[in-house]
């Protein structure tokens, strides 16, 4: 029973995934332009890098490439993330605004699925894949040779890190139940993602604290870094993440729920 729902499901996916092809080549200039604009971003950021290392040598423990692998790695997850959900749980309001939530809940489907999974940006796949190219060129650099295994966990990290993004921006997107505004909220959220671009040693005292444990952007992709550079200071490090990820999932699903049973349609 199990294998059949998760084959069901995958259908389901391929028609989205299909859907939003078609829907993004219909405007081939938006496309290219959002691509190009996101891969300066992705630059400056790295100028960024150039420019701090200008100064000084390391940033506490970190040297100048292995600072670049984490942009990378942080960049490669927000673009994982970008591609497959943000896009959908920031139209949450409008969709509950609009009464388009109505017809999703008839739908035969898991509805938090429907909202998260919608939608696919197809522009994240190029802009992920000038992350993988600044990923390999930093190893290079640091003389790193990861094995199947070293590159194995270090993705698996990612989706964790992707994992925690999804069950905290669903609960902000979850708002909109209560107010149209709550965009905002998964906005302000994303914008966060920019911390995850520094080492963890940067930060100190309450706010190192917040960041970490709180809201974990530190966490996410520090620490699939810190394991494929061999710089974890303790496994326990990848048990917090595994930890987080997982109470996050848990309060997430239980505030998706209640928020569900509270949304009274647009009509009424």
Not at 96 to 116: A, E
Not at 119 to 130: E, I, R
Not at 248 to 253: A, F, T
Request: proline residues 2%; hydrophobic residues 55%; glycine residues 8%.
């Amino acid at each position: 029973m199990t294998m059949d729902l998760i084959r069901r499901y995958w259908h389901i996916y391929q028609a989205l995934w299909r859907n939003s092809v078609i829907r993004d080549m219909q405007f081939k200039l938006n496309f290219v332009l959002w691509i190009v604009v996101e891969l300066i971003w992705f630059s400056l950021q790295l100028a960024f890098i150039g420019v701090i290392y200008q100064h000084t040598n390391s940033i506490g423990t970190w040297s100048k490439w292995e600072v670049v692998l984490l942009v990378g790695s942080s960049h490669f997850i927000q673009q994982v993330f970008s591609t497959f959900i943000l896009t959908n749980l920031t139209q949450l309001s409008e969709h509950v605004r609009s009464g388009r939530l109505d017809f999703m809940l008839l739908f035969p489907l898991n509805t938090r699925f429907l909202v998260s999974l919608r939608n696919v940006d197809l522009g994240g796949f190029v802009n992920g894949m000038a992350s993988v190219g600044v990923i390999v060129f930093a190893c290079c650099k640091l003389g790193l040779a990861p094995g199947l295994l070293e590159i194995a966990g270090f993705l698996a990290l990612c989706g964790v890190g992707v994992m925690i993004h999804w069950s905290l921006m669903s609960m902000l997107a979850a708002v909109s139940f209560w107010s149209i505004k709550a965009h905002g909220l998964v906005w302000g959220y994303y914008n966060m993602f920019n911390l995850a671009r520094m080492p963890d040693e940067a930060f100190t005292g309450w706010f190192r604290a917040v960041f970490r444990f709180v809201l974990p952007m530190l966490l996410v992709a520090n620490v699939p870094v810190r394991f494929f550079a061999e710089k974890l200071r303790s496994p326990a490090e990848v048990g917090l993440l595994l930890g987080i990820a997982t109470l996050c999932l848990l309060v997430s699903g239980w505030f998706w729920r209640m928020s569900i049973r509270h949304y009274t349609s647009a009509s009424s």
